[in-house]
DNA sequence: ATGCCGGCTCAGC
DNA sequence: GGCTGAGCCGGCA
């Protein structure tokens, strides 16, 4: 398969998250059939400013943020959305996508 | 074509 | 629960 592939493969994973919850990159990489998280996380990073997936709902298996430049304005969003966080500034489980 | 750098994860302390 | 090291594979210079 090519690898150009793969990054539409994770698109289209990431844009079935619905609002209001969040997944993980092994998650992803898993139902998008990637090799290993890193390229979920690459694919993410290679994405346009004016991209409309919801790049802010997937998060590290730790539930927490990833740490990368727009963590913050990824913070801001998931609260839009109505996710709620931890003290220890994790997602609630609940609020995983399967 | 080669090398270095990732929006990670898992196992082990 | 937190830190460290290693593995992993695709982009990009």
Request: hydrophobic content about 40%; charged content about 25%.
């Amino acid at each position: 398969m090519a690898a150009s592939a793969q990054r539409e493969r994770i698109y289209t994973v990431v844009a079935q998250i619905p609002p209001g919850r969040v997944t993980t990159y092994g998650r992803v990489a898993r139902l998008a059939d990637a090799p290993t998280p890193r390229m979920v996380g690459s694919a993410m990073r290679h994405l346009p400013e004016d991209s409309t997936l919801p790049w802010h709902r997937v998060i590290a298996a730790s539930r927490r943020l990833a740490d990368h430049g727009g963590a913050e304005r990824q913070r801001e969003r998931l609260l839009a959305e109505g996710i709620s966080f931890t003290a220890a500034g994790k997602v609630p489980e609940s609020r995983l996508w399967p």
